[in-house]
């Protein structure tokens, strides 16, 4: 088969490392992970990029989960479109549903570390740093800058306000938790000494976890299984608020 990869950047050493390994021809197009700010946008430009994928693919192979309803109602045109059954990039990291389920029962709630979220910096829409997987992943400077740009705009009072309302988020996390690929050893070790250093600042309890390259490799290798859903032309993808997460539904 030829297939064609539309992932997160935060997924980009994995993503890539199994489209190399895959018995198929796999061409890839990665869209920035501060997309998510904007579920409806993300939409948009997935479905953009999905409608200007060139002919000779038989199938279309998204790096995404639902991501807080950013894919429902993309629809698979001429060529069928698989994405795995997952809210959200966590589960493709721990490569299973139930991986998820057992790695979040009896802890906090998680802020998840990967190594290409912290190694790529990005800017989401309207200049303001942008956190990764969450909101999480910015650091001192970036606040730094951020203040000054809001002092610059709003004034010093707004400025503390809106910084104050901004990292309200942080009173809900307990853990800290790196998720270990395999991918890049070297540059995995040093992302992971900078998620534990944000972490421990934070007063987070701080964890490294085993990810898993089983859930990526079949989707790229074209091994879809129940935990996969295979939108067929003619469909489009719907929440199913079970333990599917997805479904497909005509398109009109």
Not at 3 to 16: F, G, M, N
Not at 78 to 83: E, F, G, K, R
Not at 173 to 189: C, K, L, N, Q, T
Not at 205 to 228: C, H, I, K, N, Y
């Amino acid at each position: 088969m030829r297939l064609h990869a539309i992932a997160c950047d935060v997924l980009a050493r994995p993503v890539y490392l199994c489209a190399a390994r895959s018995p198929h021809v796999v061409d890839l197009s990665l869209l920035p992970r501060g997309l998510h700010e904007d579920p409806r946008d993300l939409r948009t430009r997935l479905q953009a990029v999905i409608d200007g994928v060139p002919p000779g693919y038989d199938a279309i192979v998204l790096g995404y989960g639902l991501c807080g309803g950013a894919t429902a109602g993309i629809e698979a045109r001429d060529i069928p479109v698989v994405l795995p059954r997952a809210h959200d990039c966590i589960t493709l990291f721990l490569g299973a549903r139930e991986r998820y389920d057992a790695e979040t029962a009896g802890h906090g709630p998680t802020y998840w570390y990967v190594a290409d979220q912290l190694e790529r910096p990005y800017r989401a829409p309207g200049g303001r740093p942008d956190g990764g997987l969450g909101a999480g992943g910015d650091t001192d400077e970036d606040l730094e800058a951020l203040r000054a740009a809001y002092v610059a705009k709003y004034g010093e009072d707004n400025a503390d306000y809106l910084m104050e309302v901004m990292g309200g988020w942080r009173a809900h996390y307990r853990r800290g938790a790196f998720i270990s690929m395999g991918v890049g050893p070297d540059a995995e070790a040093g992302a992971e000494a900078a998620a534990r250093e944000q972490a421990e600042r934070r007063g987070w309890a701080f964890e490294r976890v085993e990810g898993s390259l089983v859930l990526l490799r079949r989707l790229l290798d074209g091994d879809w299984d129940d935990d996969t859903l295979v939108l067929q032309p003619g469909q489009r993808l719907a929440m199913s608020y079970d333990d599917g997460v997805v479904k497909a539904v005509p398109a009109t």
